[in-house]
């Protein structure tokens, strides 16, 4: 099971920090990515972590504002979120699959969801 937090409302240029727990399995066996789904748009892909947190991959539109992470220890996956854009606005997905050798950018990649938290960023 999959649990996102720390969602909110944040004014444009602004930080915000979420954050994804995960129960019920070996987190450390388990490739973690976010993802996103602004209102009448597609979930797309944000940014994914490898295994060990070594590797990470981001998409283009995030590149120098935004940072995934991991702890391992607490079963956690973070996204920590800098400049923060209205464009930014949306519901924040993690997702994980086990036993990848390759993180992914393809949510069809994807078997186990969190329920998603809110991110508003005002103008």
């Known amino acids: 099971q999959l649990q996102a937090s720390g969602g909110g409302l944040v004014q444009a240029g602004g930080s915000l920090r979420v954050s994804c727990a995960g129960s019920g399995l070996t987190f450390s066996d388990y490739v973690m990515g976010w993802f996103r789904q602004a209102p009448g748009k597609e979930r797309e892909f944000v940014a994914a972590?490898?295994?060990?947190?070594?590797?990470?991959l981001y998409t283009d539109s995030v590149k120098g504002r935004f940072t995934i992470s991991r702890d391992n220890a607490k079963n956690t996956v973070y996204l920590l979120m800098n400049t923060l854009k209205p464009e930014d606005t949306a519901v924040y997905y993690c997702a994980a699959e086990r036993g990848l050798a390759y993180i992914t950018r393809d949510r069809d990649d994807y078997s186990y969801w969190g329920r998603g938290t809110q991110v508003t960023v005002s103008s």
């Open positions: 972590i490898s295994r060990s947190g070594r590797n990470t």
